[in-house]
């Protein structure tokens, strides 16, 4: 066995390796005992292989003592130490034992699926332990004085959950779903300003988003009037507790028109502002999409799927001005800013998470489709809830007859998925119109083909698809792209997973892989 200084991985180790981990363990369990082993030697193996940038989670298993400790020679070379006291000392004999929980529990939590997703074991929207240092005052609380109580949320209809992540066991002792928007913040986007929200829930430990798009916001003053009630989150703006300062409140997201140098000003409880009551009723209710996370669409740029666009074409379409026609026969056409939000939820592929999500692309390599795989991995379809969303949605005044904060009764909703629609409706959200999305691609070749419109369940869909352009990625800003992954993806969605899109395999002059 080398030393773990000479850099040098022996076959030995190798082999020793590969039967601790390979595919046959009971193999092993005859010749090596593999826990509480006086030395455990897949340890030393990782050591060997690592030289002296051992990590330090292999110190910290004090499975090499010497280098915790300034008096012993050597510091990585546990060869050296000989004791604690003197070098006469005997040995200690060493032990290593694993504090890991059984292999068994770990592959339980795997199977529900929900490796990512562990519900908080404290109460996620108590105050955060690392805010800055300067907040010295001891803060109670941060839960709103003012925040939906319990005993208010109970009150809504509470929609049963579409995801099954949550084994039913546990649902069934879950509390209502509470929401607080914890900070807000300006982002200049391509297509315009948003303003980013970042929540936390009592349901998972997962910070979600909510993407709010409401230029009109950044030239409010306490005491102007905006045409349209300005989308603002109602736990953000709350009196978190009797101490907070203005600077507090501004620093969390709490303030009113842009943050300057020359313009800081602190919003209050009751910023949300009723807007023109005269023209209320002819501005169109807020588009919405409850998108779910992607990293490989969104980040990557991956054609496997049609993600990254959808997040960058929801922004694009809920930034478009929105044209007020005239309310009186003496009155004007208005323009007023887009309007409206993104809810972007961590339900990283469809719900299974990661992990899967990319063993899934394996088997879809292999020839199986998108929800085949999933299954396969012993997942459903969609493992998606939206209780979430919908509070987050409460909490933005959008969409509920019953949000305290209203700011829209009703919610138009960008998507092709009638598992959302439904979902929303079951959470309280009054949804006016679903809004489809049309793959780029598609409106590309559409366009190509020189059609202008397509049927989608005998509905006629307008296509914007003329100014479409073939090259880049799909994300942020990007533009439409081919793939093979892409065609049969959306193909999936459509034929196994009931989206609403027109299916283009019909059409023998659009070309499909
Ligand atoms: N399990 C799995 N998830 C995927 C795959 N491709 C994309 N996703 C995830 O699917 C989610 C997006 O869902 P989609 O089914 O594409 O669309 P949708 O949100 O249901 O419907 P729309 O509102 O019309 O976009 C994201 O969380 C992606 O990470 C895949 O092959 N397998």
Same mark, same amino acid.
């Given at each position: 066995?080398?030393?773990?200084?000479?850099?040098?991985?022996?076959?030995?180790d190798?082999?020793?390796l590969?039967?601790?981990t390979?595919?046959?363990?009971?193999?092993?369990?005859?010749?090596?005992?593999?826990r509480?082993? !006086?030395?455990?030697?897949?340890?030393?193996?990782?050591?060997a292989?690592?030289g002296?940038?051992?990590?330090r989670?292999?110190?910290h298993?004090?499975?090499?003592?010497?280098?915790?400790?300034?008096?012993?020679?050597?510091?990585?070379?546990?060869?050296?130490?000989?004791g604690?006291?003197?070098?006469?000392?005997?040995?200690k004999?060493?032990?290593?034992?694993?504090?890991?929980?059984?292999?068994?529990?770990?592959?339980?939590?795997?199977?529900e699926?929900?490796?990512?997703?562990?519900?908080?074991?404290?109460?996620?929207?108590?105050?955060?332990?690392?805010?800055?240092?300067?907040?010295?005052?001891?803060?109670?609380?941060?839960?709103?004085?003012?925040a939906?109580t319990?005993?208010?949320v109970?009150?809504?209809p509470?929609?049963?959950?579409?995801?099954?992540?949550?084994p039913?066991?546990?649902?069934?002792?879950?509390?209502? &779903?509470?929401v607080?928007?914890?900070?807000?913040?300006?982002?200049?986007?391509?297509?315009?300003?948003?303003?980013?929200?970042l929540?936390?829930?009592?349901?998972?430990t997962?910070?979600?988003?909510?993407?709010?798009?409401?230029?009109?916001?950044?030239?409010?003053?306490?005491?102007?009037?905006? &045409?349209?009630?300005?989308?603002r /989150?109602r736990s953000?703006? !709350?009196?978190?507790?009797?101490?907070?300062?203005?600077?507090?409140?501004?620093?969390?997201?709490?303030?009113?028109?842009?943050l300057?140098s020359?313009?800081?000003?602190?919003?209050?409880?009751?910023?949300?502002?009723?807007?023109?009551?005269?023209?209320s009723?002819?501005?169109?209710?807020p588009?919405?999409?409850?998108?779910?996370?992607?990293?490989?669409?969104?980040?990557?740029?991956?054609?496997?799927c049609?993600?990254?666009?959808?997040?960058?074409e929801?922004?694009?379409q809920? /930034?478009?001005?929105?044209?007020?026609?005239?309310?009186?026969?003496?009155?004007?056409?208005?323009?007023?800013?887009?309007?409206?939000?993104?809810?972007?939820?961590?339900?990283?592929?469809?719900?299974?998470g990661?992990?899967s999500?990319?063993?899934?692309?394996?088997?879809?390599?292999?020839?199986?489709?998108?929800?085949?795989?999933?299954?396969?991995?012993?997942?459903?379809?969609d493992?998606? =809830?939206?209780?979430?969303?919908?509070?987050?949605?409460?909490?933005?005044?959008?969409?509920?007859?019953?949000?305290?904060?209203?700011?829209?009764?009703?919610?138009?909703?960008?998507?092709?998925?009638?598992?959302?629609?439904? !979902?929303?409706?079951?959470? =309280?959200?009054?949804?006016?119109?679903?809004?489809?999305m049309?793959?780029?691609?598609?409106?590309?070749?559409?366009?190509e !083909?020189?059609?202008?419109?397509?049927?989608?369940?005998?509905?006629?869909?307008?296509?914007?698809?003329?100014?479409?352009?073939?090259?880049?990625?799909?994300m942020?800003s990007?533009?439409a &792209?081919?793939?093979?992954?892409?065609?049969?993806?959306?193909?999936?969605?459509?034929?196994r997973? =009931?989206?609403?899109?027109p299916?283009?395999?019909?059409?023998?002059?659009?070309?499909?892989?």
């Amino acid at each position: 066995m080398p030393l773990p200084h000479e850099h040098t991985v022996q076959p030995s180790d190798l082999a020793l390796l590969h039967v601790l981990t390979g595919p046959d363990p009971q193999a092993a369990k005859s010749s090596f005992a593999r826990r509480d082993a !006086a030395l455990d030697p897949l340890l030393i193996a990782a050591a060997a292989a690592s030289g002296p940038h051992v990590t330090r989670n292999h110190y910290h298993h004090d499975f090499f003592p010497g280098v915790m400790l300034p008096q012993a020679e050597g510091a990585w070379d546990w060869t050296k130490y000989t004791g604690e006291g003197s070098s006469t000392k005997a040995r200690k004999h060493l032990t290593y034992v694993s504090r890991q929980a059984p292999r068994k529990q770990h592959l339980a939590t795997m199977e529900e699926g929900k490796e990512n997703d562990h519900p908080r074991e404290t109460d996620p929207l108590k105050p955060a332990n690392n805010l800055p240092p300067a907040a010295k005052k001891r803060r109670p609380s941060l839960i709103s004085s003012t925040a939906p109580t319990n005993a208010e949320v109970k009150t809504r209809p509470r929609a049963q959950s579409v995801s099954e992540s949550i084994p039913p066991s546990l649902n069934q002792s879950l509390p209502p &779903v509470e929401v607080k928007c914890m900070a807000r913040t300006r982002i200049p986007t391509p297509h315009g300003p948003a303003f980013l929200h970042l929540y936390h829930n009592n349901r998972d430990t997962k910070e979600h988003l909510a993407i709010v798009i409401d230029p009109a916001q950044l030239s409010e003053t306490p005491d102007s009037l905006p &045409v349209a009630p300005h989308i603002r /989150s109602r736990s953000l703006d !709350a009196v978190w507790n009797e101490n907070e300062t203005p600077m507090d409140r501004i620093i969390r997201g709490a303030y009113v028109g842009r943050l300057s140098s020359a313009s800081q000003q602190a919003s209050t409880p009751s910023t949300p502002n009723p807007g023109s009551s005269t023209l209320s009723s002819a501005i169109p209710p807020p588009l919405i999409r409850i998108h779910s996370e992607c990293f490989t669409g969104e980040t990557v740029g991956s054609m496997r799927c049609d993600c990254g666009e959808q997040l960058d074409e929801a922004i694009r379409q809920i /930034s478009l001005p929105i044209v007020i026609p005239p309310i009186s026969p003496t009155s004007k056409e208005m323009t007023i800013p887009g309007r409206g939000a993104v809810i972007y939820l961590r339900q990283e592929g469809r719900g299974i998470g990661l992990l899967s999500k990319i063993r899934a692309y394996n088997l879809q390599d292999l020839g199986h489709d998108t929800v085949t795989a999933n299954l396969m991995l012993g997942h459903q379809a969609d493992e998606r =809830g939206y209780e979430i969303a919908g509070a987050i949605l409460r909490d933005l005044g959008l969409g509920g007859p019953d949000s305290l904060n209203q700011i829209s009764g009703t919610v138009r909703v960008l998507t092709n998925n009638p598992d959302k629609v439904q !979902a929303l409706e079951k959470e =309280g959200i009054q949804v006016a119109e679903r809004v489809p999305m049309i793959p780029r691609s598609w409106q590309h070749r559409i366009a190509e !083909a020189g059609g202008s419109k397509i049927e989608d369940d005998g509905q006629v869909v307008h296509v914007h698809g003329s100014s479409a352009e073939v090259s880049g990625a799909t994300m942020i800003s990007g533009k439409a &792209v081919y793939g093979e992954d892409l065609d049969k993806y959306l193909r999936t969605k459509v034929l196994r997973m =009931g989206h609403m899109l027109p299916l283009l395999m019909g059409d023998p002059a659009v070309p499909i892989y």
